[in-house]
Nanobody
Framework: QVQLVESGGGLVQPGGSLTLSCAAS????????MGWYRQAPGKERDLVAT???????NYADSVKGRFTLSRGNAKNTVYLQMNSLKPEDTAVYYC?????????????????WGKGTLVTVSS
């Protein structure tokens, strides 16, 4: 069973920084892509940043220059460094991944999700 476990959310003042972590565990054959999405109250879940196993990284326009996505040495962990946070960054942040499991059915696309971690930017 594949799991994504997130950590690092919390309350921060505007202009502050936070780092989110997500670790994938379980029976994993290959991680094709891994990254972060967010959902603000009353809105749809949107891409924040994602990286693939070929090394390409994609950011939402709203976070470019402020957020940085990186992978851990073990490649099953991603970190989202968030700087210059704004109130509009307030949302539940979800880790999502396209993972080929060690056994069982594989469906192309973001097929595993974490439970989410709340980021609140407020003074």
């Amino acid at each position: 069973q594949v799991q994504l476990v997130e950590s690092g959310g919390g309350l921060v003042q505007p202009g502050g920084s936070l780092t989110l972590s997500c670790a994938a565990s379980g029976s994993i054959f290959r991680i094709n892509a891994m990254g972060w999405y967010r959902q603000a109250p009353g809105k749809e879940r949107d891409l924040v940043a994602t990286t693939t196993n070929t090394g390409s990284t994609n950011y939402a326009d709203s976070v470019k220059g402020r957020f940085t996505l990186s992978r851990g040495n073990a490649k099953n962990t991603v970190y989202l460094q968030m700087n210059s946070l704004k109130p509009e960054d307030t949302a539940v942040y979800y880790c999502g991944a396209d993972i080929v499991p060690g056994s069982g059915w594989y469906e192309d696309g973001i097929n595993y999700w974490g439970k989410g971690t709340l980021v609140t930017v407020s003074s």
